[in-house]
Nanobody, 124 residues
Framework: QVQLVESGGGLVQAGGSLRLSCAASIPTFSRNVMAWFRQAPGKERDFLALISWSGRSTSYAASVKGRFTISRDNAKNTIYLQMNNLKPEDTAVYYC?????????????????WGQGTQVTVSS
C-alpha cells in the first residue's frame, strides 16, 4: 500500500487562503523528504516547497516564498501547504510527493511517490 492523497483544493478569490493536506500511506513516512509541486494546463510540473524528515528544514520556490508554508505531522503521516494571498497565477493542480532520502531537491524526477493531485483555482 503506497498512496498519497491530497485534499483541500477549491475555488477562491484572489487574496484568499487555502490549506492543502496530503495523507501518506508509505513505508517509514518520517524518513521521507516530502514536497509540493503544481502543474498548470499545458505546463510542466513545478516545484513549490519541500520539508525535511523532522520538519525543521524547509525550502521554497521564489514564486511562493513568504506566501506559502509547508509543514508536516509525522504522528499523522500528513503534510500541509498553507497558501495565503493567492493569485490567479497560482491556479493549477497541486501534487504531494515523497522520497525516501535524507536530501532531495527541486526536480520532480527525484521523487518516488506522487498523489493524484487537487485542483486550486484562483479567480481575479
Amino acid at each position: 500500500q503506497v498512496q498519497l492523497v491530497e485534499s483541500g483544493g477549491g475555488l477562491v478569490q484572489a487574496g484568499g487562503s487555502l490549506r492543502l493536506s496530503c495523507a501518506a500511506s508509505i513505508p517509514t513516512f518520517s524518513r521521507n523528504v516530502m514536497a509540493w509541486f503544481r502543474q498548470a494546463p499545458g505546463k510542466e510540473r513545478d516545484f513549490l516547497a519541500l520539508i525535511s524528515w523532522s520538519g525543521r528544514s524547509t525550502s521554497y520556490a521564489a514564486s511562493v516564498k513568504g506566501r506559502f508554508t509547508i509543514s508536516r505531522d509525522n504522528a499523522k503521516n500528513t503534510i500541509y501547504l498553507q497558501m495565503n494571498n493567492l493569485k490567479p497565477e497560482d491556479t493549477a493542480v497541486y501534487y504531494c510527493a515523497a522520497s525516501p532520502s535524507i536530501s532531495r531537491g527541486r526536480n520532480s524526477d527525484e521523487y518516488d511517490y506522487w498523489g493524484q493531485g487537487t485542483q486550486v483555482t484562483v479567480s481575479s
